[in-house]
């Protein structure tokens, strides 16, 4: 069974980047035909899907998010990695890491979830 763990630091400075990486165990990021994805959940609000990677290496983003996101992966240590930059206390959220068989999913009852890591970001 897979197992997803995001990791990174749980507080960060507004206008600097963000990174977290999710590593993966009990399968391969380039199986074929999964996605891996982060979505956050701000304080109080839903769940909101901020982009993925695909098995290929394939990237898709979020339009409103676009212009700060990129995920990478290191397939060799079985990792990706998102980078938010010029982050503000508006991204202060839950992240999860998520694989699914759809490049975009916007609720919890579907894909494989990490637990969670929170990330407060100071103004």
């Known amino acids: 069974q897979v197992q997803l763990e995001e990791s990174g630091p749980g507080l960060v400075n507004a206008s600097q980047t963000l990174s977290l990486t999710c590593t993966v165990s009990?399968?391969?990021?380039?199986?074929?035909?999964?996605?891996w994805m982060w979505i956050r959940q701000p304080p109080g609000k839903g769940l909101e899907w901020m982009g993925a990677?695909?098995?290929?290496?394939?990237?898709y983003y979020s339009p409103s998010l676009k212009s700060r996101t990129s995920i990478s992966r290191d397939t060799s240590k079985n990792h990706f990695t998102l980078h938010l930059s010029s982050v503000t206390p508006e991204d202060t959220a839950v992240y999860y890491c998520?694989?699914?068989?759809?490049?975009?999913?916007?609720?919890?009852?579907?894909?494989?979830w990490g637990q969670g890591t929170q990330v407060t970001v100071s103004s």
């Open positions: 998520v694989r699914d068989t759809r490049v975009v999913i916007q609720t919890r009852d579907s894909g494989s």
């Open positions: 009990g399968g391969s990021i380039t199986t074929k035909y999964y996605y």
């Open positions: 990677i695909a098995y290929s290496g394939n990237t």
